[in-house]
């Protein structure tokens, strides 16, 4: 017999009389200011919120902040129309200094935004470049995880990501690095 | 280097049993505070978390009952995560050991550079956190078969350099000092000397792995959760390294014990908000990778572990403790971790919950592990999926009396405890000679030779016994 079908067949045989799942629309009943809430538990964890109008906005936020004869790239057309780096060798990356997407939804209760690789333009892309900026419509913040991945469904992707905040680590003393492996720095946009 | 309180560089329980290396631990007295203060900081932040949540607790009870219905039906899960997974492009691989699991692995590595391992520098692996291979001995296998695997995680890449493992599974170099981080840098990436600040050495580290990043061919990741609905599986990390490490990669491997099984997506929804809250009292962690399909030219691979989980399935007593997702909230409240440090555990995983699964794994080996406990149960009052841990502790000291493998020492003072508590003649006797020694020669208990007077003072001797003040005050 094969390694699968002994741990099959031993699971089988050990395995306790079957348990019900647990009713889950009981959970995630929390009320916030969803705007609110998200900008806090974000700028807690190290991100920057902006709320925008339009997308000069962003453009003079950028211009003015960040490098911009450092290497840019954006899935959008308003701010790059070039696209061949989404198809480029991921290691081709490298040397991005600032990725400008757009998140699906985000999450007040943890600052979290869902990207999928059809954001992202290239997977390995929202964790190379430096740092990341995040155009959130508004009006797609849910309160919790459960309304979250009501909102996935049943959509398929290939990769996605719960996004919050920019890369950290603590393995030093317990004090608190931005910019382990992963982007520098988060900001996101709220138009 | 030398660290004052150097412990044995390996798992090894033949180096000492837990009170022993806990000894050692405890010589810099200093240090143990600072241990126990670190992680109880981290205790306060998960409960500083967890206040925030009004269903906190019926979120623990959600999740408890939904990994007890994993637990029922593993069987059919695991077979739909395969055919699922499979459809979507995954190869399945099952092992049922440590050293089939390494073998798969090689096997995928020699399968990639078909049969001819390239002698170049380049040609390794970055793996991100992963107790599972810590529990196979993944590294040291790959080493001998001249593969070499860079782990990429921060703490556990300071561990690696000083060849030590992890001491904590979600900070693995909790029991170092930044200065001896400076130093061992110093030493391996040529850092300053003597610069001990924590965002310069992290910077350093970004440099040195972001290069092993662009240049290994393949990475392996862990699994926080594998979803039988999808057939997708999630890796939950701060720093962004699975995700370098699998993006870049020609292959990607991620290794996972059978029970990290959950049913759909929408469970996600429970564990993601539990875990990261339980283990560092963070909302969520930065990333929460969802990996379905490998991208254009790449290969994913899952092997799926049983290495002794099929067996804890069967033992009534201790399967609970196959629904545990590894925050490790349990050592981190956990006096006795504080106080003693993860190597004093000598298994992959320590703490409360690696002392009830290592005995599984291997009775003589890990007999000593349950007795670390005071059995205080703080680690059940904290765990985000209800494990009865601490009764499991208890429960497996007396499975490992009754099969012969309590500790000599226990079983004659229990043998001389059990004469004197059963024969009232020789308690009453036991207790005069007592009270009269510790008050006329002090020097028979106040001593090293009686543990009870490690780090603290005896107690006056009463004046007269329970037995005797009750006789004479009885109306």
Not at chain 2, 5 to 17: A, E, K, Q, V
Not at chain 2, 29 to 38: G, L, V
Not at chain 2, 237 to 242: K, L, R
Not at chain 2, 323 to 331: G, S
């Amino acid at each position: 017999m094969s390694s699968r079908e002994n741990i099959l067949s031993k699971i089988k045989q050990n395995q306790p009389e079957l348990l019900p799942l647990p009713d889950l629309s009981v959970l995630g009943s929390e009320k916030y200011d969803l705007v609110e809430k998200f900008t806090e538990i974000l700028e807690g964890i190290g991100g920057k919120v902006l709320q925008v109008s339009d997308f000069e906005e962003i453009k003079k936020y950028i211009i003015s902040n960040y490098p911009i004869n450092a290497r840019v790239i954006s899935t959008l057309p308003e701010f790059s129309e070039n696209k061949d780096w989404q198809t480029a060798d991921p290691h081709s990356l490298r040397d991005a200094e600032f990725l400008i997407i757009k998140g699906q939804f985000a999450v007040a209760e943890n600052g979290a935004i869902w990207l999928t690789e059809s954001e992202m333009g290239q997977r390995v892309a929202p964790f190379i470049s430096q740092y990341l900026a995040v155009i959130i419509d508004k009006s797609t913040i849910l309160p919790t995880m459960h309304q979250a991945y009501e909102e996935i469904g049943s959509i398929d992707y290939g990769f996605g990501v719960f996004l919050a905040g920019p890369s950290k680590t603590a393995d030093i003393e317990q004090s608190l690095v931005l910019g382990a492996h992963g982007a520098r720095g988060l900001v996101v946009f709220l138009v | 280097m030398t660290k004052s309180n150097s412990l044995p560089l390996t798992h090894n329980s033949h180096l000492g049993t837990h009170s022993e290396r806990a000894e050692i631990f405890n010589k810099d007295f200093d240090r143990t505070t600072w241990h126990d203060q670190t992680l109880y900081m981290v205790r306060q932040k998960r409960d500083k978390a967890a206040f925030q949540i009004d269903d906190w607790e019926l979120l623990r009870e959600t999740a408890s009952q939904i990994k007890n219905n994993v637990l029922s039906n593993m069987h059919d899960y695991l077979l739909q995560f395969e055919e699922n997974a499979s459809n979507n492009g995954i190869k399945i691989h099952w092992a049922a050991d440590a050293k089939e699991h390494n073998e798969i692995v090689f096997g995928i590595i020699s399968d990639y550079y078909r049969g001819e391992i390239p002698d170049d520098t380049f040609k390794g692996m970055v793996k991100s956190k992963s107790m599972l291979t810590e529990e196979c001995h993944m590294n040291e296998f790959l080493a001998e078969k001249g593969i070499e695997v860079i782990d990429t995680d921060l703490g556990e890449r300071i561990v690696q350099l000083a060849e030590e493992p992890p001491s904590h599974i979600v900070m693995p170099c909790i029991h170092w000092k930044k200065e001896e981080i400076g130093e061992l840098f110093h030493k391996h990436l040529g850092t300053e000397k003597g610069n001990k600040d924590p965002q310069y050495l992290t910077e350093a580290a970004r440099q040195h792995l972001r290069d092993k990043f662009l240049t290994r061919p393949i990475a392996l990741t862990g699994v926080n959760f594998a979803v039988a609905e999808t057939g997708e599986f999630v890796v939950c990390t701060n720093e962004g390294n699975a995700d370098m490490g699998a993006h870049l990669a020609d292959i990607h491997i991620a290794s996972m014990g059978f029970e990290k099984i959950i049913p759909q997506k929408k469970h996600l929804g429970v564990f993601l908000r539990l875990l990261a809250r339980s283990a560092t009292g963070q909302p969520i962690t930065t990333y929460s990778s969802h990996f379905k399909k490998p991208r254009n030219g790449q290969q994913m691979h899952i092997v799926i572990v049983d290495n002794g989980r099929s067996t804890q399935l069967g033992r009534e007593d201790f399967r609970n403790s196959l629904k545990c997702i590894r925050c490790a909230a349990c050592f981190n409240t956990c006096p006795v971790y504080r106080r003693s440090g993860g190597h004093s555990y000598h298994s992959a995983v320590a703490g409360p919950i690696g002392s009830i699964l290592a005995p599984n794994l291997d009775m003589r080996a890990n007999a000593d592990l349950p007795f670390a406990s005071t059995l205080c149960g703080s680690c059940s009052n904290v765990c985000p999926v209800k494990i009865d841990i601490h009764q499991q502790l208890y429960k497996w000291r007396q499975v490992l009396v009754q099969e012969g493998y309590s500790p000599t020492s226990k079983t004659l003072a229990m043998k001389g405890m059990s004469v004197v508590l059963s024969n009232p003649g020789i308690f009453k006797f036991s207790g005069k000679v007592g009270r009269m020694l510790m008050d006329k020669l002090p020097f028979l208990v106040n001593n090293r030779m009686n543990p009870w007077y490690k780090q603290r003072e005896m107690p006056e001797p009463p004046e007269e016994s329970f037995r005797d003040w009750y006789k004479k005050n009885r109306k």
